[in-house]
């Protein structure tokens, strides 16, 4: 009646390992992985802006006039560093759909640009709650690889006393 495994951590696992995995390779597949997360994260959040539903009084404006450019090199070049991190701690540690994450923040942060248009200063302020985001998307990613570690130490240490 009851289905339950004989060690309740094997069957905890199982569908997170597809989620979360360590992303090893080489250095060309991570440029690639950056490239297209960030271009896939800009350009979702230029077609959100372009578009909007119900009128204007409710939710944010399509996309401000004015120049277009700035903000979406600024985002590009915002998104690269945040997809680049996010990369860089999933080679070495198992991160949960790090591609999301990325993808979100940039989209968020484009969005934001284009239909508010925001100065510089406010721009770098977006980009720093992204980076913020980004920083304990990787913390916890870290913090449970090192639990993991320490657990198959003790388990090791306890199987050879």
Known sequence: MNDLSENPDASVGSDDSEDAEVRPGPLWRHAVW???VTAAGVALGWVGALFRIGPEEFGLPPAAPGALWPYLLAWTAIGLALAA??????AKVPVYEPE????GVVLIGTRLSLGWRPEPLEVAGIAAVGLLLVAVWCAVALR?????????EVSRARGTA
């Open 85 to 90: 991190v996010l990369r860089f701690v999933a």
């Open 34 to 36: 950056v490239v297209a």
């Open 100 to 103: 999301k994450a990325a993808i």
């Open 144 to 152: 449970g690889a090192a639990v993991v570690r320490r657990n198959e």
